[in-house]
């Protein structure tokens, strides 16, 4: 077998970035704007709903779906992303995929009691400052750091 030198070097084949749809769900409280955090189910960090697309759903609709399964919330979902960021999300296989999400605006009209991820997660209202604080990603953190609808 004749393989180059990389080729042989290489654990994995590099994989494309797949892409994901979040909501940043906001609402505003006595005139202050407020974002909903959630938390993963498995690491338990703070975290934006967030999902592989949904067959026969335009992206923002894919990402208001996500928010009502992970954080129980309705509401009008902007029609173009606010920005995007990545993550690297650990597969079952144990393999890492390397995921770029673009995130949509959610201004949450409804908060709803019973929700399809209530058991697995908790929600955290908080300001934009302190979100983006609580929030891994580097590019998360200044997209939720900037937002002002």
């Not at 959630?38 to 999902?51: D, L, Y």
């Not at 026969?56 to 992303?81: I, N, Q, Y």
Request: one cysteine or more; proline letters at 7%; hydrophobic letters at 40%.
């Amino acid at each position: 077998m004749n393989a180059r030198p990389q080729e042989q070097l290489r654990v994995e084949p590099d994989r494309e970035p797949k892409t994901q749809f979040a909501a940043l769900p906001w609402r505003r409280v006595d005139g202050k704007v407020e974002v909903l955090l959630i938390t993963s189910r498995e690491t338990r960090r703070w975290v934006i709903p967030k999902g592989w697309p949904i067959k026969h759903l335009k992206s923002c609709f894919s990402a208001a779906r996500e928010a009502f399964e992970e954080a129980g919330v309705l509401g009008d979902t902007a029609r173009k992303p606010l920005g995007e960021y990545a993550y690297d999300k650990r597969l079952r296989s144990g393999r890492i995929q390397h995921v770029r999400v673009a995130v949509f605006a959610l201004e949450v009209r409804e908060e709803q009691d019973e929700w399809p991820e209530k058991g697995q997660r908790e929600r955290r209202w908080t300001t934009p400052a302190e979100a983006s604080t609580l929030v891994d990603e580097p590019e998360l953190k200044a997209l939720i750091a900037a937002f002002a609808p």
